[in-house]
């Protein structure tokens, strides 16, 4: 398990990789953006990003409206 920020908020990750956290967290893939560590990650990149312990990860989800 690794210590990490998930959206500002502390957070106990048991993922080991991006791919694994946004299956985690339960959010869809086609409808987010993902940033780590102030660096944008590409959803073809999330299976072979590694999370490393006191990593600051932000997950945008976009919303359609009108």
Not at 43 to 50: D, E, F, G, L, V
């Amino acid at each position: 398990m690794a210590h990490i920020t998930l959206n500002g908020e502390s957070y106990e990750c048991s993922a080991s990789t991006i791919e694994e956290l946004v299956a985690e967290v339960g959010a869809s893939a086609k409808a987010i953006a993902l940033a780590q560590n102030t660096q944008v990650v590409h959803a073809k990149n999330w299976a072979q990003t590694p999370i490393k312990e006191n990593d600051e990860i932000e997950i945008l989800q976009f919303v359609g409206g009108g």
